[in-house]
């Protein structure tokens, strides 16, 4: 497949470093067999579904099946142009083969052989390596964005050695643009204030029943010139459906009651305008300058498509103003501006 034949991309947003978003990303941790198996079609119809739809930007990591995501998704792109797509990985985790492990299945969601074991490791040698590997598993000679992947119990090593990594590896051109993504935002706040990052993933803290990435990570972003890709912001199914489930989960748990009631009370604002849930839930955090790109899960074409419809919904500026007014979702448009 040529570049010539690909449909036009989606919108898109710029990092610093001249990448270009599409302001609706592909996140492939669902190739990896995340939670259910899916199969090599499933995930070559998925994503070539996404080209069709316009997406030209993917995410995946190692630690999505052990690795099975970035082998799927390298696949599913080996005729793609490269120049065409924006590629994210992660490092942090590296795959060590665990042979005394392979004859049960992986303990941490997905439904892929324990056939290798995570290992933390933000040392320079581990990013190197991590960087290596995935390249190998995915198929190309760079990653467009590798993150820090949760590092929330090693900022020390993660801040120093392995920031530093990734900066070598940006000069030397085998990363275009680094940065973390992690599921809350006060360390990526402190990533931005104290090292050279160009993006961040922030995941399940900007979305309409959880505005914490609004207090410090976005308008120091926005003041630096950091990009900010929004992930989870359906926050675990809350938000996934037009009517509010109430047994749905919230931040990977069991979702409190006032969480629920407040979700409702959205879902309710959205069908006074004429809005579904799931399509406010994908373009809120749009409404923010600093954010780049809008990442979530997708496993089927159907499910690529229906993404797509959500995200080219039309909103109209009354729901967001009401959502505001009630105190129920800050404007991003109003705090960015205000």
């Known amino acids: ?16 470093t001249g990448h270009r978003l599409t302001e609706l990303g592909f996140g492939a941790a669902q190739l990896g067999n995340l939670f259910r198996e899916t199969t ?3 995930s070559r119809d998925a994503v070539a579904a996404a080209l069709d739809d316009g997406l ?4 995946t990591a190692p630690h999505y099946g052990l690795g099975l995501s970035e082998q799927r998704l390298g696949r599913s792109l080996e005729s793609t142009p490269r120049d065409s797509i924006v590629l994210s990985s992660k490092v942090g985790r590296l795959l060590v083969d665990s042979p005394e492990t392979a004859d049960r299945l992986d303990d941490d969601g997905f439904v892929v052989p324990a056939t290798t074991r995570r290992v933390w490791d933000f040392s320079r040698d581990g990013i190197l390596r991590s960087v290596e590997a995935s390249l190998a598993r995915i198929g190309t000679d760079h990653l467009d964005i590798a993150y820090l992947h949760d590092p929330d119990e090693h900022w020390e090593a993660a801040s120093t050695t392995g920031v530093a990594a990734l900066v070598e590896l940006r000069e030397q051109g085998v990363v275009g643009a680094i940065g973390a993504g992690m599921n809350q935002s006060a360390m990526l706040t402190e990533f931005i204030r104290r090292t050279d990052v160009d993006v961040m993933m922030v995941a399940g803290r900007f979305s309409l029943l959880d505005q914490s990435a609004l ?3 976005l308008p120091l972003a926005q003041q630096r010139g950091v990009g900010i890709v929004a992930a989870a912001v359906y926050n675990s199914g809350l938000l996934s459906s037009e009517q509010v489930d109430r047994s749905a989960h919230f931040d990977y748990g069991t979702a409190p009651a006032e969480v629920v009631d407040r979700a409702v009370a959205i879902a309710e604002a959205c069908a006074r305008h004429g809005v579904s849930l799931p399509a406010a839930a994908i373009q809120y955090p749009l409404r923010h300058p600093a954010v780049v790109s809008v990442v979530t899960g997708m496993r089927t074409s159907d499910h690529v498509h229906s993404t797509v419809a959500r995200y080219r919904a039309e909103i109209p500026e009354g729901l967001w103003e009401d959502l505001d007014a009630a105190g129920l979702a800050a404007d991003p448009a109003r705090v960015a501006t205000g």
């Open 1 to 16: 497949m040529d570049s010539d034949a690909l449909t036009p991309p989606l919108p898109t947003r710029t990092l610093r």
């Open 40 to 42: 090599d079609d499933a």
């Open 56 to 59: 030209r930007y993917f995410d």
């Open 215 to 217: 207090e410090e990570l």
